[in-house]
Nanobody
Framework: QVQLVESGGGLVQAGGSLRLSCAAS????????IGWYRQAPGKQRELVAV???????TYADSVKGRFTISRDNAKNTVYLQMNSLKPEDTAVYYC????????????WGQGTQVTVSS
């Protein structure tokens, strides 16, 4: 099992920055991929940025050049640095981890609200 706890959301003006953190605990050694998704009101949950255990990073086109995902393996924490925020970035941001043991398992954090005012 893997537990994920997000922090760092809040209210920011357009053009501002926020950094989200996701602390993982439990069977973190077998996490294959970890990252961030978001869900805006009335929309489907979408990928924002993920990083694999091998260090391969994928960003949504809408955040490329503005968001940066990084991880601290010693702290079992993944970060999402969000710069040049736009009102359309407003959403609940969820940490996601995919783990392989004998089967594939997906884990979600509780979510953290990010609100960008215009």
């Amino acid at each position: 099992q893997v537990q994920l706890v997000e922090s760092g959301g809040g209210l920011v003006q357009a053009g501002g920055s926020l950094r989200l953190s996701c602390a993982a605990s439990g069977s973190t050694f077998s996490i294959n991929r970890i990252g961030w998704y978001r869900q805006a009101p009335g929309k489907q949950r979408e990928l924002v940025a993920v990083i694999t255990s091998g260090g391969i990073i994928t960003y949504a086109d809408s955040v490329k050049g503005r968001f940066t995902i990084s991880r601290d393996n010693a702290k079992n924490t993944v970060y999402l640095q969000m710069n040049s925020l736009k009102p359309e970035d407003t959403a609940v941001y969820y940490c996601n981890a995919v783990r392989y043991s004998t089967t594939w398992s997906t884990y979600w954090g509780q979510g953290t609200q990010v609100t960008v005012s215009s």
